[in-house]
T-cell receptor, first 112, second 116 residues
Framework: DTEVTQTPKHLVMGMTNKKSLKCEQH?????MYWYKQKAKKPPELMFV???????INESVPSRFSPECPNSSLLNLHLHALQPEDSALYLC???????????FGPGTRLTVT | DQQVKQNSPSLSVQEGRISILNCDYT??????FLWYKKYPAEGPTFLIS?????DKNEDGRFTVFLNKSAKHLSLHIVPSQPGDSAVYFC???????????????FGKGTLLTVNP
């Protein structure tokens, strides 16, 4: 199994909503990542978990809250988002930090 | 400050010919470089990588060349196929601002179109 899965595929939420994005991998990877990608831009790193511990937080606003319940799962909790947070949110994993990252298909988020 | 640059936003080639995608970087501390391919509405797919101790890595139709002195790398696709049409991102591995962990820095991407 060489796949990273993400749910939901699409999400529309209001600015007062609370929602969560989910990412799962069963490749035994020990590092997992959240990226944000706007149209025609490269992926922008948000958070990195290594061995289930938060390793990197790229100064992301607190309305984004990551969680790594176990080595296979990564969540991104969303609260009080702004319309400018609308983007494709990508999850990735790698064997260890700094190794090739394998990406999921992304969640297309629209904040209204 | 853009540390990884892909100066060509798009490239168009004929099927069967060679595609050459270029990438320049400014940070001499980068030690590992990767190429990703991305189709619309999908996540990036890892293609090929190269360590800074090498100058060439080949995998089937894909070859990556690294010129450390020029801080330049390129991806060659031979022969190009219509299914190769996608956005190609160059990425480089380096330490994060805290100096403790590796992160990938991506270029802005080049849209490759392979015409039948």
């Amino acid at each position: 199994d060489t796949e990273v899965t993400q749910t939901p595929k699409h999400l529309v939420m209001g600015m007062t909503n609370k929602k969560s994005l989910k990412c799962e991998q069963h490749m035994g990877h020990r590092a997992m990542y959240w990226y944000k990608q706007k149209a025609k831009k490269p992926p922008e790193l948000m958070f990195v978990y290594s061995y289930e511990k938060l390793s990197i937080n790229e100064s992301v606003p607190s309305r984004f809250s990551p969680e790594c319940p176990n080595s296979s799962l990564l969540n991104l909790h969303l609260h009080a988002l702004q319309p400018e947070d609308s983007a494709l949110y990508l999850c990735a994993s790698s064997y260890y930090l700094g190794y090739e990252q394998y990406f999921g298909p992304g969640t297309r988020l629209t904040v209204t | 400050d853009q540390q990884v640059k892909q100066n060509s936003p798009s490239l168009s080639v004929q099927e069967g010919r060679i595609s050459i995608l270029n990438c320049d970087y400014t940070n001499s501390m980068f030690d590992y470089f990767l190429w990703y391919k991305k189709y619309p509405a999908e996540g990036p797919t890892f293609l090929i990588s190269i360590s800074s101790i090498k100058d060439k890595n080949e995998d089937g139709r894909f070859t990556v060349f690294l010129n450390k002195s020029a801080k330049h790398l390129s991806l060659h696709i031979v022969p190009s196929q219509p299914g190769d049409s996608a956005v190609y991102f160059c990425a480089a591995r380096g330490l994060n601002s805290g100096g403790s962990n590796y992160k990938l820095t991506f270029g802005k991407g080049t849209l490759l179109t392979v015409n039948p």
